[in-house]
């Protein structure tokens, strides 16, 4: 039985790969702060999806987790996609440590605890949401780039760490461009015209979520998407750090 955790599914992309595995016939335990719209998925299917509210800044979190993967029987993937950033030239000390407490502190509390899970046991699969915001660091969103470049980091950290250990355990970093969620979009995912210019080559969720299950089945160690953000951002690493530190990204 094809067992799944996923973290951060009340919307956006989590939700989106929620739907898809449940249509594949995988059982799953979602989890998240907004338990409300977790129910609106349970009713796809009572018996295949389990639910717990969830705030990963939140100590106890681990022990909800615990708490989910018993309801659910196990779990052989856990999907982390729970995330908050926002643009933040001015350097306000609430959202910069807002965005490290969760995309940091929260994201090392989970999947750390997920890795101490399946080294317990015969393995698993260990996939997370991080962002090509993290392969340079972004002027306008310090905290988010800096976090999501820790999020790729610790993972390739853990993978390293899982073979010393002779552990079964699968890694996979996906790396998403700009997409229409509630993180870009607040009221309720809605956009404009000035929005799709701020945004380019904005993605849906939906399309976005297709391509993520697809690497998860795969196995892929990372993944860019889509390949418009693979070619800018192969670019961007060409790029000097000399010319990269004197880049206005502020939208003027």
Sequence with gaps: MKRAIIIGASSGIGRQVAQLLVQ??????????????????????EERVKTIEMDVTKQEATTQLHTLISQLGGMN????????????PMLDEQ????????????????????F?????????????????SGIKGLGPAPSYSATKALQSTYLQA?????????????????????????LLFPQNGEMNESDARQYPMLMTAQKVAKQIVKAIYKKRHKVIIDW???????????IPNAVWRKLNLLRQ
């Design 95 to 114: 959202i910069e440590i807002g965005t490290t407490e969760t995309n940091a502190l929260g994201f090392t509390r989970m999947v750390g605890e997920a």
């Design 24 to 45: 594949d016939g995988w059982h799953i335990g979602l989890a998240a702060r907004r338990i409300d719209k977790l129910k609106e998925l349970k009713r796809i299917n």
């Design 158 to 182: 853990l993978e390293q760490l899982a073979n010393s250990r002779n552990l079964n355990i699968a890694f996979t970093d996906i790396q998403p461009g700009f997409v229409q969620t509630d």
């Design 228 to 238: 418009r953000w693979k070619l800018l951002t192969s670019l961007w690493r060409c």
């Design 77 to 88: 993937l856990f999907f982390y996609a729970a995330g908050i950033g926002k643009q933040n």
């Design 116 to 132: 101490r899970y399946f080294a317990e046991r015969t393995g698993g699969h260990i996939a997370i949401i991080s962002s090509i």
